[in-house]
């Protein structure tokens, strides 16, 4: 099975301009009525891009995918931040500390220019239970089903492809629209957990282990995956023949066609 990856908008006015946003119907449909009602227009929204199991465009023997498949189902937390974001080593030492704890599996991004923060004994740590990588193809290990929770800063792109995917999160937010994201997901999806800091504002190992066997091991852990599920369900849904973001992408095209021309990504 391929890919679909499909963007949608929301049309100010017939003269207006038309923002372009990636979501759909069922996740943000309250917010976005509310929007349309303020401003009298109409949107479209549809999902982002849903993953098969394997893609035949990446090599099948990327290492974290080779690695991935030596591993138990839904056993994996896959830890990235982002490409923006940066933490000190103190942070990171207790991060790395908090996987290990763990006692899970994982694959932690770690970009090429912060990998010399990490301390040669948190390096030789992780290696027994994880990777450490500067790297990974996202969308394929968040498919995957050895894949159990997503470490994430909560961005919305990397929100959306957990979703679609079907995998609980841990949030760790930072700026901009992530908190108000991790929010959501955590109390009105219900889709797993957001980190809670320190009196210094640091996210201990203790926090991060708590966080984890919540999503994983916890009383909760049935919940978040039925939501994930379901949420995954509705993504698909919405963009089968006859769906809303079927509909909605097609009506959308057709205003675009007919000569609206104001078109923001």
Partial sequence: MGRSSLRAGCSVSSSGPTTCRRSWQSLTGALCSFGHRCSNSRGWRTPTTCSSTHSTILNPSEPCLAWLDKQLPRSVILVSYGTVSNYDEAQLEELGNGLYNSGKPFIWVVRSNEEHKLSDELRDKCKERGLIVSWCPQLEVLAHKATGCFF??????????????????????????????????????????????????????????????????????????????????????????????????????????????????
């Fill in 152 to 265: 994430t800063h909560c961005g919305w792109n990397s929100t959306l492809e957990a979703i679609v995917n079907g995998v609980p999160m841990v949030a760790i937010p930072h700026w901009a629209d992530q908190p108000t994201i991790s929010k959501y997901m955590e109390s009105m999806w219900g889709l797993g957990v957001r980190v809670r800091k320190d009196e210094k504002g640091l996210v201990t190992r203790d926090e991060v282990e708590r966080c984890i066997k919540d999503v994983m091991d916890g009383d909760s852990k049935d919940k978040y995956r039925k939501s994930a599920t379901m949420w995954m369900q509705k993504a698909k849904a919405a963009m089968q023949n006859g769906g809303s973001s079927d509909k909605n992408i097609t009506e959308f095209a057709a205003k675009y066609s007919s000569g609206q021309k104001n078109i923001v990504a």
